[in-house]
T-cell receptor, first 113, second 114 residues
């Protein structure tokens, strides 16, 4: 069966510090991968998605970047965090070309102080 | 382009009462539509989906939704609310035919009053 892991689950970082959130999918190959951010009252905002290694699509200009160094690994990064980067970050995957659902990780809560 | 609008950020119902969560969509192509549920500090899980088959879709935990093209709606219902239904619910839309991007609504928090 397929599983998705995100870490760390909780992170408190000072303004200006770097960020690295990791997401790994197991039990499938060549998944579509996604990073969403959830802020109160704003629903889920799609940040990045990837259809293959090294292929990243950015949805919103911002202080974040994403990378996909391996088929089932998706990393969200920042060189210098802003207060506005605080939020709940969700990684998700789906089968390419499928009509089915997104499968979400448990999320990473980031607080920037 | 695609978007969804969820009417009501908070909905309260009594235990045993009808649950109705509203979702209207906009899509330039025939859409796929989804309802997801999120419990506190967790990821989202799929309740049900519409992918151009039957317009009345049944999902898990007794929920169902009806796709109404004329009204561009995909409202979520459950005949009788249970305390365990308290959660946040998200409507989402994707362009039909092997989609890549899914657009989510802003969510509706459901409170169930005993």
């Amino acid at each position: 069966s397929q599983t998705i892991h995100q870490w760390p689950a909780t992170l408190v970082q000072p303004v200006g510090s770097p960020l690295s959130l990791e997401c790994t999918v197991e039990g499938t190959s060549n998944p579509n991968l996604y990073w969403y951010r959830q802020a109160a009252g704003r629903g889920l905002q799609l940040l990045f998605y990837s259809v293959g290694i090294g292929q990243i699509s950015s949805e919103v200009p911002q202080n974040l970047s994403a990378s996909r160094p391996q088929d089932r690994q998706f990393i969200l990064s920042s060189k210098k965090l802003l207060l506005s980067d605080s939020g709940f970050y969700l990684c998700a995957w789906k089968v390419p070309g499928d009509t089915g659902e997104l499968f979400f990780g448990e999320g990473s809560r980031l607080t920037v102080l | 382009a695609q978007s969804v609008t969820q009417l009501g950020s908070h909905v309260s119902v009594s235990e045993g009462a009808l649950v109705l969560l509203r979702c209207n969509y906009s899509s330039s192509v025939p859409p796929y539509l989804f309802w997801y549920v999120q419990y506190p500090n967790q990821g989202l899980q799929l309740l049900l989906k519409y992918t151009s088959a039957a317009t009345l879709v049944k999902g898990i935990n007794g929920f169902e939704a009806e796709f109404k093209k004329s009204e561009t709606s995909f409202h979520l219902t459950k005949p009788s609310a249970h305390m365990s239904d308290a959660a946040e619910y998200f409507c989402a839309v994707a362009p039909g035919g092997g989609y890549q991007k899914v657009t989510f609504g802003t969510g509706t928090k459901l409170q169930v009053i005993p």
